[in-house]
């Protein structure tokens, strides 16, 4: 049988973000003292190069199925999925997570409440980087 992801398409033209979207998943962040079960949203792309047809999108979910239950950071695990697609499809991979996690907020009164802190990370094997953005509510 052909393979015809990697075969030459019609129209040559690079596409930024070939992946899949709201994969999610219970992992648990090892923090001391405590540790928290966080649900992830994830998100991995990668850039299909122009003289491509297509992606093995299963890969993507045998990456993302493959990460640990437990990992010390959400920075990190991001960094994982990307470099693990970079080894699989050989092609440059950004990771994105979004999770939301609970926190004591102190009111002007000086009550205490709980609520939860939006967490968005992202890491791409183009450029090494990671960002992470924190909304409070």
């Known amino acids: 049988m052909k393979d015809i992801h990697i075969t030459k398409p019609d129209h040559e033209v690079e596409l930024g973000k070939v992946g899949i979207e709201g994969f999610k998943r219970i992992i648990n962040i090892k923090r001391s003292p405590q540790n928290y079960h966080v649900l992830v949203t994830i998100n991995s792309y990668i850039t299909l190069p ?13 990456s993302i199925s493959n990460i640990p239950d437990e990992i010390s950071s959400i ?13 699989i499809h ?5 990771t994105e997570i ?16 709980t ?8 890491f791409s094997t183009k450029n090494n980087k990671s960002l992470i953005r924190v909304s409070l509510n």
């Open 115 to 122: 609520a939860i802190a939006k967490v968005f990370t992202k």
């Open 75 to 87: 920075i990190s695990l991001a960094e994982d999925i990307s470099t693990n697609m970079l080894k």
């Open 50 to 62: 122009s003289d491509q047809k297509g992606a093995h999108m299963s890969r993507f979910v045998e």
């Open 90 to 94: 050989g092609f440059n991979c950004e």
């Open 98 to 113: 979004i999770d939301e996690l609970k926190y004591i907020k102190i009111k002007p009164n000086g009550e205490e409440e």
